[in-house]
Nanobody, 121 residues
Framework: QVQVVESGGGLVQAGGSLRLSCAASGTIFSINAMGWYRQAPGKQRDLVALITSSRSTNYGDSVKGRFTISRDNAKNTVYLQMNSLKPEDTAVYYC???????????????WGQGTQVTVSS
């Protein structure tokens, strides 16, 4: 099995910064894309940022220029550096990884349990 664990959420004032981390572990052969999504109360889950195995990145329009995604392949970990935070960034942030497991020819998608980010005005 594969486990995905996020950390780094919390409460911050508007204009502040937070760094989220997400580590994948288990029977992993390789990891393709790694990404962050967020869901505010009463809203759908939206893409925040995505990074591929070749380190190509894609960002949601609302976070471009403020958030930076990166990954450490040796640690199977993805990071999200969030700067200039706004109250509208408040949400539960979920990590998503696309994994090829050992002895498998398929890629499967795994989600973390989510970490709360709250930005006060």
């Amino acid at each position: 099995q594969v486990q995905v664990v996020e950390s780094g959420g919390g409460l911050v004032q508007a204009g502040g910064s937070l760094r989220l981390s997400c580590a994948a572990s288990g029977t992993i052969f390789s990891i393709n894309a790694m990404g962050w999504y967020r869901q505010a109360p009463g809203k759908q889950r939206d893409l925040v940022a995505l990074i591929t195995s070749s380190r190509s990145t894609n960002y949601g329009d609302s976070v471009k220029g403020r958030f930076t995604i990166s990954r450490d392949n040796a640690k199977n970990t993805v990071y999200l550096q969030m700067n200039s935070l706004k109250p509208e960034d408040t949400a539960v942030y979920y990590c998503n990884v696309i994994v090829r497991r050992i002895f498998s020819t398929n890629e499967d998608e795994y989600w973390g349990q989510g970490t709360q980010v709250t930005v006060s005005s």
